[in-house]
C-alpha cells in the first residue's frame, strides 16, 4: 500500500475508514498530496479502547525486554526499507528541504529510535540499600527492597507538523520501548507521516491495538486528552495549546510530557570567533524557521555587533529560496499561509517598535504559489519588545546588543521560555559558567558537539515545557516507579 493510497486509521490492528477525509496540501506550490482520512469520537474511542485492552490485557507489556526490542528493531528495519519514499514525504507534505529532511527530519530520529530500543534492556529493577531498623519486639528488622520501573499505560501522543516524522518516531518508540500502548494523533497537516507507521505496525505484526494512528479535529483530540482510559500525554506544539491541553487532562489527573515552544538566546561575546558564530546564528532559518529549539535571539555584545550583524546578512543571503524538491535549494516555503500572514505580522510589529531592518522582511519575488518568505534579520531590536519576546515560528531573527557578560545572562534569562540556548567565546571556561546561569533546558558552546547526541535529554522549562525527551531520562519518562520492600525477620 502507498502512503497517497491510505483512506483508512489504523485502530486495534485493522483499517478503519471513516466518514470524512480532507486535502493535504504540499507548502510549497499549493498541490494536493492526496486526500487523509480525519477520524472523529468514534475512531478516536475505538483507537482509545484497543489500546487500553492491549496494555490490560495484552501481551506487550508483558513481553521479556528482549522480545520487544526485536520486534521494535524489525519495526524499524521496516522503516529504513522505505527511507527514500518517506524523505520524499517528507519534503512534500512538511515542506522540508531535501537535505533537512534526508538528515535531520529522518536520519537523527531514527538514530535516536534505535539508540531507546538498544537501552531498553536497562534495568528496570534496581536494589535499594540494605536497612537495619529497630521494631516493637525489641529486635532490628532487617530490611531491603528494590524499585521497579513499570510501563505507564496508554500514551497519548500528539505531534506538530514541523518536524512530524522525527517527532511521531520519538514519541512512539520509547513509548513501545518500556511496554506502554499508544494512540498517536499527527497535525491535520502532516498525517500521513503517520499513517505510515500504521503499515508498518501492520507489516511487521505489531500485537492488536498497541499502536493506533487516528487523525483529526479538536473533538477528537479532546477525547484523547481527557478520557480516564489515558494514563500519559506526550505532546509537542506551541506553549498555548500545551497549557490547554494540560488544564485538559488536569481533572484525571494524568501524567503530561510537554515540549512547547522558544525564544532562544545566542550569546556572541567580544572575543568570539564570529564567523564561527554567524554561521550557527544563520540556523535560525532552518526549515523556514519553523524550529521550537532554534537561536531566534541574538544576544551581540555591542563592540562586535556591527560586524556580526553583516556576517549574518552575507550568510542568509546565499540561501537558495524555492521549492524544496530541487535538490539545491536550501530554504523552503512555510506550511500554510496563517504561518506566513502570522510572520508578515511580526514584521510590522517589530517595525512599529522601532528595530532597524536589516534584510528580508517581504514574500520573495517569483513565487507566485507556495507559501514563502525571506529570511528576515533585525538589528536594535529591545529585549522587552514582542519581537524578542514572543515566539514567532518563521524566519525573523532578532539582534540584541549587550555590554557585560552579566546583562548577556540577564537578558537571556528575561524570558519566559527556557528551551535551549547558546554561546560563543574564546574564553570557553567563562561561557561555561555563563551557562550554569541561563535557566534554559541546553545549551550549546561554540556550537556544541556538532550533533544531537541519541544520549542526551532533551526539553524545557518555563513556557518551554517539562519532562525530557531521547537519553535515558526520556525513555523513563514512560515508566513510573514501584518501590517493593522486604524484610529478613
Same mark, same amino acid.
Given at each position: 500500500m502507498s502512503i497517497a493510497a491510505i483512506k483508512s486509521l489504523y485502530i486495534d490492528g485493522e483499517w478503519v475508514t471513516p466518514a470524512e477525509r480532507e486535502a493535504v496540501i504540499n507548502p510549497a506550490d499549493e498541490s494536493l498530496i492526496a486526500e487523509a482520512p480525519v477520524g472523529g469520537i468514534e475512531e478516536m474511542d475505538a483507537a482509545i479502547a484497543a489500546a487500553r485492552m492491549a496494555f490490560d490485557r495484552g501481551p506487550w507489556p508483558r513481553m521479556?525486554?528482549?522480545?520487544?526490542?526485536?520486534?521494535?528493531?524489525?519495526?524499524?528495519?521496516?522503516?529504513?526499507?522505505?527511507?527514500?519514499?518517506?524523505?520524499?514525504?517528507?519534503v512534500a507534505e512538511a515542506g522540508a528541504t531535501r537535505m533537512l529532511a534526508d538528515y535531520l527530519q529522518y536520519g537523527i530520529p531514527m538514530q535516536h529510535a534505535r539508540h531507546m530500543v538498544a537501552i531498553a534492556s536497562r534495568p528496570a529493577v534496581t536494589p535499594l540499600p540494605v536497612e537495619t531498623?529497630?521494631? *516493637? !519486639?525489641?529486635?532490628? =528488622? %532487617?530490611?531491603?527492597?528494590?524499585?521497579?520501573?513499570?510501563?505507564?499505560?496508554?500514551?497519548?501522543?500528539?505531534?506538530?507538523?514541523?518536524?512530524?516524522?522525527?517527532?511521531n518516531v520519538g514519541k512512539v518508540i520509547p513509548a513501545l520501548a518500556v511496554g506502554c500502548t499508544v494512540?498517536?494523533?499527527?497535525?491535520?497537516?502532516?498525517p500521513f507521516e503517520a499513517l505510515l507507521l500504521g503499515q508498518i505496525a501492520e507489516e511487521v505484526g505489531l500485537p492488536k491495538g498497541v499502536l493506533n494512528v487516528v487523525t483529526g479535529g479538536i473533538e477528537a483530540a479532546t477525547l484523547l486528552t481527557t478520557d480516564k482510559r489515558v494514563d500519559l500525554i506526550s505532546f509537542t506544539g506551541s506553549d498555548k495549546?500545551?497549557?490547554?491541553?494540560? *488544564? !485538559?487532562?488536569?481533572? =484525571? %489527573?494524568?501524567?503530561c510530557l510537554m515540549e512547547l515552544g522558544g525564544k532562544s538566546a545566542l550569546i556572541v561575546r567580544p572575543d568570539a570567533n564570529l564567523m564561527q558564530a554567524a554561521m550557527t546564528g544563520a540556523s535560525y532559518c532552518t526549515h523556514a524557521g519553523q524550529g521550537c529549539a532554534l537561536l531566534t535571539r541574538h544576544l551581540v555584545h555591542n563592540s562586535v555587533r556591527a560586524d556580526y550583524v553583516e556576517m549574518l546578512k552575507g550568510m542568509i543571503g546565499h540561501l537558495k529560496i524555492g521549492n524544496p524538491a530541487d535538490p539545491s535549494v536550501t530554504f523552503g516555503p512555510l506550511i500554510r499561509e496563517v504561518a506566513r500572514t502570522r510572520t508578515e505580522s511580526y514584521v510590522d510589529i517589530a517595525l512599529s517598535e522601532g528595530a532597524t531592518l536589516v534584510t528580508g522582511g517581504k514574500r520573495p519575488a517569483g513565487l507566485e504559489r507556495g507559501y514563502y518568505y525571506e529570511p528576515t534579520l533585525f538589528d536594535n531590536v529591545s529585549n522587552a519588545s514582542r519581537l524578542a519576546q514572543e515566539e514567532v515560528f518563521g524566519p525573523i531573527c532578532a539582534v540584541i546588543g549587550y555590554d557585560s557578560d552579566e546583562e548577556a545572562i540577564a537578558l537571556a534569562n528575561d524570558s519566559e521560555f527556557g528551551l535551549s540556548g547558546g554561546i560563543f567565546s574564546a574564553d570557553v571556561g567563562r561561557a561555561y559558567e555563563m551557562a550554569l546561569q541561563i535557566r534554559t533546558g541546553g545549551v550549546s558552546i561554540n556550537g556544541?558537539?556538532?550533533?544531537?547526541?541519541?544520549?542526551?535529554?532533551?526539553?524545557?522549562?518555563?513556557?518551554?515545557?517539562y519532562g525530557r525527551e531521547y537519553g535515558e531520562e526520556g525513555l523513563n519518562e514512560f515508566t513510573y516507579v514501584k518501590t517493593i520492600g522486604f524484610h529478613g525477620g
Open positions: 521479556p525486554v528482549a522480545a520487544r526490542q526485536a520486534k521494535l528493531t524489525e519495526f524499524l528495519d521496516a522503516i529504513d526499507r522505505r527511507k527514500a519514499e518517506i524523505v520524499d514525504l517528507i531498623t529497630p521494631n *516493637a !519486639q525489641g529486635t532490628i =528488622t %532487617l530490611g531491603a527492597g528494590v524499585i521497579s520501573r513499570e510501563p505507564m499505560g496508554v500514551v497519548a501522543a500528539i505531534t506538530p507538523y514541523n518536524f512530524p516524522f522525527f517527532l494512540v498517536l494523533k499527527p497535525s491535520p497537516y502532516t495549546v500545551g497549557a490547554m491541553i494540560q *488544564a !485538559q487532562a488536569a481533572p =484525571t %489527573l494524568k501524567r556544541g558537539s556538532g550533533r544531537m547526541s541519541s544520549h542526551a535529554p532533551f526539553g524545557g522549562i518555563k513556557r518551554s515545557g
